[in-house]
């Protein structure tokens, strides 16, 4: 008789032994000194999200007070929300 079920390999065993980095999201605020229109450039360059997804982000931070940009690793978090920071947007990051 044959083994019909399968075997793990040593690079099966390594996949499952990944540790994956925490998420986490990048919160844009809405505030009363940004124009909409720089808000939203300033997403699509940060990210490189498309004109409507950096619009959508920006209408929910302007109706709710804050969106989630994006999620993403520690070291990405840190670093857009730094650069959103550097154009006068208020961001914070948190942990998923």
């Known amino acids: 008789m044959s083994d019909s079920g399968t ?3 040593a690079s099966d065993q390594a996949d499952t032994d990944v540790r994956h ?3 986490y999201e990048v919160i844009l605020y809405n505030d009363d000194f940004n ?3 720089f808000v939203v450039g300033c997403v699509m360059k940060v990210f490189g999200h498309s004109m409507e997804l950096a619009a959508k982000i920006m209408i929910e931070a302007h ?4 969106a989630i940009a994006e999620v993403e690793s520690h070291t990405d978090a840190r670093r857009h929300k730094e ?3 550097s154009f006068g947007l208020t961001v914070s990051m948190e942990k998923v």
């Open 7 to 9: 075997k793990k390999t």
């Open 21 to 23: 980095e925490d998420l």
């Open 35 to 37: 124009a909409m229109e």
């Open 83 to 85: 650069q959103l920071q």
């Open 63 to 66: 109706k709710k007070g804050r």
